[in-house]
């Protein structure tokens, strides 16, 4: 395979990823580490070195239109930063020094759970808000929206703090690890432990994602993973694929895709872990 | 109460909700701009499209490693080099809206939200540390 038709299909791959992707709340990840490792034979380690810089570009695009809707909860997000940033770093470091087999085997396993909150999540489960607290404290960070739902105004005190800060440093991790947004784990972490409504929490998610992304495609790019030929392509094709997306997603039957791709993801996560390549 | 009729609690909201898109417009256009200069120059220098695609995509391959050789190689031959150069104003791009908020708050001595925004840029910026060191 030439270089160019390599750079074709990843483009076209890489539309798709970003297509599903955002019909279906997932990051690119998913989709491009197993088609470079699996697809092109590329290692482990570049393909998650592109995949990470694939998913701080889809998230700017998510952040802009989240950030307009005022759904973010600005503070909220800074103060997560700090442990995803964390995870991340140290993320990128153990990712770096595993053997690629071990690497993929975690991959293949990640995908296997993704597709089981994909099930899950078609279930629909719905957070109920909890109310403001009144007083001045330190680090506010109540904050409400409109759910153009319902018309209503929702607000939210983010609670657990601290365990909620623990569990984005496992999210970090877990994003500098497989090369993924971590927002499977961050929208849950959110959603349960801090009493954030789903929508809220999805918004911020998205918007923390590029920063937690950010810190480990630092990393690889100084240890020579994000490759442009490989990234570049992906890093284009991503970015139109979410757009196209996030249009699709109003008209696709979204459990239909949902339980097509969790199916696939599956399939794809067991070759990765039993190596079947 | 926002343009939108929205409501947003804190100041800075209103400050993010009206300079953070453009921001952040401005980053990934500029970033996918140069990711697409590149990957075309890419392929029409020495005749690159014709290539296995293993040869380009391995590591050997001659594309910057760290910031040291992206800086040479901009300045010598450039196509994968511009490429990176793109990828890497995306990776910048959420690290300018740290940047930006750490301003606005420090500008507004809210020292907490400054301090965490700062503590959030020391630990990409150790991110470069590390990715070199290791």
């Known amino acids: ?277 | 109460l926002s343009g939108q009729g929205r409501t947003a609690e804190f100041p800075e909201y209103r400050f993010m909700a009206k300079w953070l898109p453009g921001l952040l417009a401005t980053g990934a256009g500029c970033g996918l701009a140069l990711v697409v200069a590149g990957w075309v120059l890419s392929l029409l220098s020495r005749g690159a499209y014709r290539l296995p695609y293993k040869l380009l995509a391995s590591r050997r391959a001659s594309y910057p490693t760290g910031f040291a050789q992206l800086y040479h190689q901009l300045l010598h031959h450039g196509a994968p080099a511009v490429g990176a150069l793109g990828l890497l104003v995306l990776v910048a791009t959420p690290v300018a809206r740290v940047v930006m908020a750490f301003l606005y708050y420090a500008c507004r001595r809210q020292l907490d939200f400054a301090a965490i925004t700062l503590a959030v840029l020391a630990l990409l910026a150790l991110g470069g540390v590390v990715g070199f060191v290791i």
Do not use: C, W
């Not at chain 1, 404290?137 to 703090?161: C, I, S, W």
């Not at chain 1, 499977?184 to 999805?202: E, F, N």
């Open chain 1, 1 to 277: 395979v030439s270089y160019l038709e390599f750079s074709v299909i990843l483009v076209f791959a890489s539309v798709l990823a970003g297509a599903l992707g955002a019909a279906l709340g997932l990051g690119g990840g998913a989709v491009i580490v197993p088609l470079l490792t699996l697809g092109f034979g590329l290692s482990i380690h570049q393909s998650i070195g592109a995949s990470v810089v694939a998913v701080v570009a889809t998230s700017v695009g998510a952040a802009i239109a989240y950030v307009r809707d005022e759904k973010v909860n600005l503070r909220l997000a800074f103060f997560l930063e700090v442990a995803t940033a964390t995870g991340a770093l140290v993320g990128a470091v153990v990712a770096v020094f595993l053997p690629e087999r071990a690497l993929q085997v975690m991959f293949g396993a990640l995908l296997v759970l993704v597709a089981a909150q994909l099930f899950l999540r078609g279930k629909g489960t719905q957070q109920a808000a909890l109310p403001s607290k009144k007083g001045v404290k330190r680090l506010a960070m109540e904050h409400h929206f409109t759910d153009e739902a319902t018309g209503q105004k929702v607000a939210y005190e983010p609670r657990n703090r601290i365990a909620g800060f623990a569990g984005m440093i496992a999210a970090g991790l877990a994003s500098a690890l497989f090369g993924v947004g971590g927002g499977t784990v961050k929208v849950p972490v959110m959603d349960v432990l801090m009493g954030v409504p789903v929508k809220a929490s999805t918004a911020t998610s998205n918007f923390m994602i590029g920063v937690t992304a950010a810190a480990s495609a630092i990393v690889y790019f100084q240890k020579g993973y994000v490759n442009p030929y490989v990234a570049g392509p992906i890093a284009v094709g991503i970015v139109a694929g979410s757009v196209l997306g996030a249009r699709i997603a109003n008209r696709a039957s979204a459990n239909a895709l949902r339980a097509v791709f969790a199916v696939v993801l599956v399939g794809v996560g067991v070759e990765m872990i039993l190596g079947l390549h």
